[in-house]
């Protein structure tokens, strides 16, 4: 599922990027008058950032500190998920900015973390198995 989700968004992204450079080659660059509603998606991409990196750091440090590796793995999920943040702050600000292939650019890394995470997970999952001992059904 992440695989194809990844793989749909850099897809999408190449060709966005494509199209946004071609539009912006041909009209100039245009600006619109900033205001203050435009400011609130960025300000809550930035919020996102600060409190997934203190979930990183928390759930990181609460990990290495019991031995627990699910909890590292959902630290690195936040991390992954700051990354995100920033991707789409950077989006945001071209957008703001009168940048319009910096949207698409922003997608692109989030399909790249998407697909890095899927293909961790199914690294993971594909060198743990064998060393799984097998499922008995359940006694009644």
């Known amino acids: 599922m992440l695989l194809s989700t990844g793989a749909s968004l850099v897809s999408f992204s190449f ?6 450079l071609q539009s912006h080659a041909l009209r100039g660059v ?16 930035l ?5 997934k990196e203190s979930l990183y ?13 699910s909890l590292i793995a959902n630290a690195h999920h936040h991390r992954s998920d ?10 945001i600000v071209g957008t703001l900015a009168g940048v319009p292939w910096l949207e698409p650019l922003a997608v692109f890394v989030v399909g790249g973390l998407v697909l890095r995470v899927g293909l ?4 993971t999952v ?15």
């Open 15 to 20: 060709f966005e990027i494509r199209s946004a």
């Open 30 to 45: 245009a600006s619109a008058p900033l205001q203050l509603a435009s400011l609130v998606p960025l300000f809550v991409a």
């Open 47 to 51: 919020v996102c950032v600060g409190a």
């Open 57 to 69: 750091r928390l759930t990181y440090a609460v990990g290495k500190r019991y031995g627990s590796q």
């Open 82 to 91: 700051m990354l995100s943040s920033i991707a789409a702050a950077l989006g």
């Open 120 to 123: 961790q997970t199914l690294l």
């Open 126 to 140: 594909r060198i743990k198995m064998p060393q799984m001992p097998a499922l008995r059904p359940a006694r009644s």
